[in-house]
């Protein structure tokens, strides 16, 4: 009898590893390239046209801070002068008062159009790290063949290239097959309220756009050095955004006689039991076919691992979260970003606040974030309230529309030997607000491992400027049916 069960338990284990050998075998050790093209040479003119960009600081401080308008007005001002055609042969209007929609019809207005995006007001530079540039933030320098300032990276290069390739396309007398739309927000580092304008006036004037493009995702090198080759990364879907508010209201009174728990207390505590737990993992659809994507380049360990996720999720799920950045597409992410109680030294205060930032993996509501957090915290005393509006988080743009495909050869033509893949973009950006009426929202550019946005020394290597405009270019002449 054992040797029986013995027997069974061998030919088991042998036919589990003939599987999983199998199933690792037969996904492909290659991963296609397809050609690329010779970059265009770029025009003197399109770096100066950058460059006189970032010396405009359209600087955004914060949701209902004010700006300096000037800057703004300047900056359009600058657009008109640089690009004559473009505002010769497209029009315009504006929404929010300093973002703007153009408008380049096609020739066959029956087709569904494309909207590009961009913005062009920046974060501020701390005043802790003005320091540590080495160049002057809003002087556009150029050095080592990279352009530098606040902003280049996020996003005015994004914003500079759609208009260098529209007026280089104009000059030569050429019409899109289809309708463009240029949607450039002035307020994307806050709220967004611009292009939340300008999608709501598409919205209400029965625009559904067949491709919304915008920032997001971009090509790495840094990222899977083990391939050897760029991977683009293509966010076809965006996190949601909700904070809130956790409030605890308890009793104050003099510091020489503190009672056993304060207001204090009693938040620290549920703060601390709240981080001590994630939200549960999910692999989404469009991560694993990303994983499909990359996989045959990777070592036969983690392709076996990946051509075996009904045995290997967890281990694969393990390696994701030991990294800050790849634990967040798997997740929720919940984090104190403020915590507020207190005046005086000797007065414990009656009132002890914190706010939570959660960004909401697709698929999950506000609600179940809410849920998670009371469940968490298991205090009564600890109110926690919804603290800012709830984004669209809805479902992915698909791999086969029209929108993905034309992004995806925009990409292979401009980037040699690159992998383009599926990504989930864990930050929010102002395309959201297009995503309940239109069919494919992308959020990709095709610059290489950003360095310094929101930081120190933000810039971008000329190379990814010229990438940048000819991507565009591409989308622009391409975009027939
Ligand atoms: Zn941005």
């Known amino acids: 009898m054992i040797k029986k069960i013995f027997l069974f338990l061998l030919v088991a284990a042998l036919l589990l590893v003939g599987i999983v050998l199998f199933n690792t075998f037969r996904f492909s050790k290659e991963i296609p390239i397809k050609a690329s093209k010779e970059l265009p040479a770029l025009p003197d003119s399109a770096l100066s046209h950058l460059r006189a960009a970032i010396r405009i600081p359209t600087i955004t401080f914060g949701d209902g801070l004010p700006v300096d308008t000037l800057q703004f007005n300047t900056f359009w001002q600058l657009m008109e002068q640089q690009y004559p055609l473009v505002h010769q042969h497209l029009t315009h209007q504006s ?275 809410e849920f998670f957090i009371r469940g968490q915290v298991d205090d009564a005393r600890i109110v926690v309230t919804k603290a800012s509006q709830a984004d669209y988080n809805g479902p992915a743009a698909a791999l086969d529309s029209k929108g993905y495909l034309l992004v995806e050869n925009a990409t292979y033509q401009v980037t040699k030997d690159v992998i383009p893949v599926p990504f989930l973009s864990v930050g929010a950006t102002d395309s959201k607000y297009f995503q309940p009426f239109s069919e494919a929202v992308i959020k990709f550019l095709p610059s290489t491992d950003s360095k310094g946005f929101h930081g120190i020394d933000e810039r971008m290597p000329v190379s990814d400027f010229k990438r940048m405009i000819y991507f565009y270019q591409i989308i622009l002449t391409q975009a027939g049916k």
């Open 95 to 369: 929404f929010n008062a300093l973002s703007r929609l153009y408008h380049w019809p096609g020739k066959h207005p029956e087709q569904k159009p494309y909207v590009l995006m961009a913005h062009f007001d920046v974060v501020p530079v701390e005043a802790a790290t003005a320091k540590q540039w080495t160049v002057a933030p809003f002087g556009g320098e150029l050095k080592n063949d990279t352009v530098y300032g606040r902003g280049v990276a996020d996003d005015k290069a994004s914003l500079i290239s759609i208009l260098e390739a529209t007026e280089k396309l104009l000059a030569q007398g050429f019409q899109p097959e289809r309708d463009f739309y240029f949607s450039f927000g002035n307020d994307e580092e806050t709220i967004g309220h611009g292009a939340q304008a300008i999608a709501k006036y598409m919205q209400e004037q029965k625009i559904k756009p067949e491709m919304v493009l915008d920032e997001g995702g971009e090509i790495t090198r840094e990222h899977f050095p083990e391939l050897k080759r760029p991977v683009a990364l293509i966010a076809v879907a965006e996190k949601g955004y909700m904070s809130f508010d956790l409030t605890v209201d308890q009793a104050g009174g003099h510091s020489s006689t503190p009672a056993k728990e304060t207001a204090i207390d009693i938040l620290s505590k549920g703060l601390v039991k709240l981080r001590e737990k994630q939200m549960p993992y999910k692999v989404l659809p469009l991560i694993h076919e990303m994983f499909q994507r990359i996989g045959p380049g990777l070592s036969f360990a983690q392709r076996m691992a990946i051509a075996n996720p009904w045995l290997f999720e967890k281990v694969l799920v393990g390696q994701l979260e030991k990294d800050k950045s790849s634990n967040a597409l798997i997740r929720t992410t919940i984090v104190p970003t403020i915590v507020q109680s207190g005046m005086k030294d000797n007065v414990i205060p009656s009132v002890a606040k914190a706010i939570v930032n959660t960004r909401i993996l697709p698929g999950q509501t506000p609600d179940d974030v």
